[in-house]
């Protein structure tokens, strides 16, 4: 584990010297080598950019639902929750990873860090770093290594910020200030470890754009984030449509069963077994007859009912 560890710190390291004018600490062809399974278009530094569609649609998946799909692709590591604090109950963070890493200051290697940001065109403070790449439909998702007093990586002004550059939210493993200015921007949520009112103090920024550790999940650049009351899941990029598709799928068939048993027209068991063709049939012509209805007031993606009813496939 400490050879692993001492592995990754190099690796990090690494990454931060050479950091390039492209605003990133790895190069495209080292993201592109991170990701190799995502086949879409991708940002000019290589991090995968996930169609804003499934964004939008992600954020009527539960956790539950993505959880169960991608493990059935044999990811078993990608949700954290435990003891996260919500800056607005209720509101979802979804969005495309921008990562940050976090270490304890070390002197002389952060004057080498800061002056190769300066050579790079980077102004401000090093926690700014990050911020300042972000793009509409990002997350900034840091590993702070759970610092809370004196490991406010953000207070109000930075979260309108980012805000401003990404239209989104915070996943921070560390701490943030301003609790209460930052719950004045409208749109902006935080799932953070604590608040604190201290500012930041002795930390360094070493990776930006690198695979980091959040929880007990390994984060990539690019990854969807779906940020929930339960926890947070690290969905990878070339997953996060293959989890919008089958979660309505599931969506679906639910609200057509609550609406038939409701209704009288079914029984409970008769909805929880194999559906026979009657029933199938009757499902078809549901979607068909109320595909607007669950677009808008459901989230549901047309492309979904489409697909569900030209191969009559559930």
């Known amino acids: 584990m400490k050879k692993l560890t001492s592995l990754l710190f190099v690796s990090i ?34 991090r995968p950019k996930v169609a804003d569609d499934v964004l939008e649609r992600m954020e ?14 044999g990811y078993h590591n990608q949700f ?32 080498t860090i800061i002056a190769q940001g300066m050579e790079d065109g980077r102004s401000g403070p090093m926690n700014t770093w990050p911020i300042d790449v972000l793009v509409q439909g990002d997350v900034y998702v840091a590993d702070g ?13 930075l979260g309108n910020t980012i805000y401003a550059n990404s239209g989104n939210g915070v996943v921070f493993d560390g701490s943030s200030r301003d609790r209460e200015g930052l719950s004045a921007i409208d749109g902006f949520n935080a799932f953070v470890r604590e608040w604190d ?24 650049p690019g990854d969807v984030v779906l940020a929930k009351e339960t926890g947070v899941i690290f969905i990878p990029a070339h997953l996060a449509e293959e989890v919008v598709d089958e979660s309505e799928v599931i969506r679906l068939t639910d609200i057509f069963a609550h609406q038939r048993v409701q209704e009288g027209t079914y029984t409970a068991g008769q909805m929880d077994t194999d559906w026979t063709e009657a029933i199938r049939q009757d499902f078809l012509n549901w979607l068909e007859e109320n595909r607007t209805m669950l677009h808008e007031e459901y989230g549901i993606g047309e492309s979904t009912i489409n697909r569900i009813i030209e191969t009559e496939e559930i």
């Open 13 to 46: 390291l690494i990454f931060v010297v050479y950091l390039p004018s492209s605003a990133q600490t790895i190069s495209k062809e080292k993201m592109i080598w991170l990701t190799p399974q995502w086949e879409g278009e991708r940002f000019e530094d290589g």
């Open 60 to 73: 009527h998946v539960s956790i539950e639902e993505a959880w169960g799909i991608i493990r059935g692709f």
């Open 80 to 111: 954290t929750g435990g003891d996260w604090e919500i800056l607005k109950t209720g509101e979802p963070v979804v969005g495309r990873a921008v990562t940050a890493q976090y270490m304890p200051s070390r002197p002389a290697l952060e004057e």
């Open 145 to 157: 290594f759970r610092k809370i007093k004196d490991g406010t990586l953000i207070g109000d002004r």
């Open 197 to 220: 009112p201290s500012f930041l103090q002795e930390m360094m920024l070493m990776g930006l754009n690198t695979p980091i550790m959040i929880g007990e999940v390994t984060v990539l």
